[in-house]
């Protein structure tokens, strides 16, 4: 089997979406100031496509693929797996990477994968000349070339570390947490890792501590060991069998962990499934005095663990063996926008100001109200819009009257232009939304945007101190009609009974009514010459909306002429009719009704 796991070309596959430890990953690439990024493409069973990510401050695609075996063929040159797959799967999945020619190294990450399978994996690999790392593994990396995962920890502790560039010394263990620790530790106290591997903490392993270790004794460019066994198990003795057949000629320095079982009156059990006091040979102590008498330089305690590492580290200094590094400069990794930002180092104008509404918190609110409390006070839909369209909290009656207003234009019939519409796109087939969506670009000018103008208009005529009479002569002279007067079909003596309601709600409930009773006037007028050009349903709701902001404590002058400017009225009609036209969908559906032609006999051809 080749020795060699990893260089500074490696690439990998992900299997798993894992988007922090693949980023993770390539913000390594970046510090060891990699050529390519090492992660070559995800296998996402769920979903093929591309993964974002960054390969310092370059924004990369990454191809995902549904399998592996679709992976190896598009990218032959991929030689590791970093398998995230769940105990539950993890056994197939690294079955089928087994079975690629193009992968010879695995690191199953996953905790709980059964032991008999465990050892299936293993004689599959030793079998197939590959290398299998874990499982219950945090992986390993090689400083300055390669990151498995989340290795080394935080990017603070792997500059700290010296991560970002290859040192001399070999390091392996069964924990991945103590890993992290153990390559700060190297590297305060020797030129750094060279590579370090954690074969994780099950009670079978793929690979044993021996196995790194001897690899690590045939590669060049690795000085001296570095290893930290457990209680529990017997694997240290096949170092210890090493040591004696002279197998392992590099100084090692080792630890085994846990001594302080002795002092507990029954067996115990540590974080890894491997850990466990058991039998007198089994023990860190004992483990720890047959390395010591095989010939490893093992310190009194773990505390003595760094002295050890120093002390063979400047004798290898003494004899030549190493050479003292010259520091490269640590490159600076492009800051995430979202850190950068959380941290206040940076500022950024906002792309997007809003100052109605905010669901940042346990819930939103609408200016400022949290919606529970409107809940509470029993609220309705025109407080809602009140809130978020006139950022104020208006009167009961206020709120009402928006209620009737959308009560009012919730519906007009099949004919007008926008169920038509509506009806039309239905019956062609379109779904929901796009039939609403149809039916609501009729609104405009001739088809409930009369709201908005009969109301500016009105406004315009009864500020400006003309009389109704000479507010409609005005109209007359500009060879415009009057917005909101007139109706097909309603006159003086056939009235709108939607508009008699608005009247008498309004009379009732309203503080004073002045621009209703100029538009009263108008309508006095124009209905002298015809008896149909009476104040419609789009006028009358225009003018009293006047009067209802008007007469409000709450909005000021500046605020009335603003709300008015912006076309609220326009925006009530909206979301009344829009009622009536999701009405007019589901009934067309309800009816599957079949796709609408235009009678002929109803089209003039010229």
């Not at 299936?120 to 498995?148: H, N, S, Y």
């Not at 796009?434 to 908005?452: H, N, V, Y």
């Not at 538009?519 to 789009?538: F, G, P, Q, Y």
């Not at 309800?590 to 796709?595: A, G, M």
């Amino acid at each position: 089997m080749n020795s060699i796991l990893f260089d500074e070309t490696t690439t990998a596959f992900v299997y798993g979406l894992q988007a922090n430890p693949i980023q993770r990953m390539l913000d390594f690439d970046f510090l060891s100031r990699r050529k390519i990024p090492s992660v070559t493409a995800v296998i996402n069973p769920s979903a093929s496509g591309i993964h974002q990510a960054f390969f310092g401050s370059r924004e990369i695609f990454i191809p995902m693929y549904r399998t592996i075996t679709e992976a190896c063929k598009k990218h032959p040159p991929v030689s590791v797996l970093v398998n995230f797959a769940s105990f539950r799967s993890a056994f197939e999945t690294t079955q089928e990477a087994l079975n690629q020619k193009t992968l010879r190294t695995i690191i199953i990450i996953a905790e709980g994968v059964p032991e008999r399978q465990t050892r299936e994996l293993a004689a599959q690999a030793k079998k197939d000349g590959k290398w299998l790392i874990g499982p219950a593994t945090v992986g390993g990396m090689l400083a300055g070339g390669f990151r498995i995962g989340n290795t080394g920890g935080s990017l603070d502790n792997i500059i700290a570390s010296r991560l970002y560039r290859p040192g001399s010394v070999g390091f392996v263990s069964k924990s991945g947490g103590m890993s992290n620790e153990m390559f700060n530790v190297i590297a305060r106290n020797s030129n750094g890792i060279y590579e370090g591997i954690a074969i994780g903490g099950d009670k079978f392993p793929c690979t044993s501590l021996l196995d790194h270790l001897l690899r690590f004794e045939q590669n060049p460019r690795i000085s001296m060991l570095v290893a930290l066994g457990e209680l529990g198990g017997e694997d240290e003795y096949d170092i210890v069998d090493a040591l004696q057949q002279k197998k392992i000629s590099k100084p090692l320095v080792i630890w085994v962990t846990g001594t302080c079982a002795s002092v507990f009156p029954s067996e115990v059990q540590f974080g890894h499934a491997g850990a466990k006091s058991g039998a007198r040979k089994e023990s860190a102590e004992a483990k720890n005095e047959a390395l010591r008498k095989a010939g490893a330089m093992v310190p009194s305690s773990f505390d003595g663990l760094p002295n050890a590492i120093s002390q063979t580290y400047e004798k290898l200094l003494k004899m030549g063996q190493v050479k003292k590094m010259v520091e490269p400069p640590v490159p600076a990794l492009p800051i995430d926008f979202k850190t950068a930002l959380a941290e206040g180092k940076i500022r950024k104008p906002a792309g997007i100001v809003s100052s109605i509404s905010d669901d940042r918190g346990n819930e939103v609110t609408y200016n400022k109200v949290p919606l529970s409390k409107l809940f509470e006070e029993d609220a309705s839909i025109g407080d809602v819009i009140s809130l978020l369209w006139l950022k104020k909290r208006l009167p009961k009656y206020a709120s009402r009257y928006i209620e009737l207003v959308l009560m009012t234009v919730a519906d007009h019939g099949p004919a007008v232009s926008g169920a038509h519409n509506a009806i039309v796109a239905s019956r062609a087939g379109k779904d929901l939304v796009s039939s609403l969506a149809s039916g609501m670009l009729t609104i405009g000018p001739r088809f409930g945007g009369a709201i908005d103008d009969a109301a500016r208009y009105f406004k315009m005529g009864k500020e400006s101190g003309m009389t109704p009479r000479e507010f409609v002569n005005d109209m007359k002279r500009k060879g415009m009609l009057i917005p909101g007067i007139g109706h097909r079909i309603k006159s003086v003596q056939n009235p709108d009974a939607r508009v008699e309601l608005l009247k008498a709600y309004a009379k009732k409930h309203f503080p004073k009514t002045d621009y209703l009773d100029f538009a009263l006037e108008v309508e006095k007028i124009t209905t002298s010459k015809r008896n149909n050009l009476i104040l419609n349903v789009d006028g009358s709701i225009g003018v009293m909306f006047l009067d209802l902001l008007s007469s409000c404590p709450e909005i000021s002058p500046d605020e009335f002429e603003e709300a008015i400017d912006l076309g609220i009225l326009n925006g009530l009609f909206v979301i009344g009719r829009s009622i009536g036209m999701v009405g007019h969908v589901i009934d067309q559906k309800r009816l599957k009704q079949r796709l609408y032609r235009h009678p002929f006999d109803d089209i003039l051809y010229v």
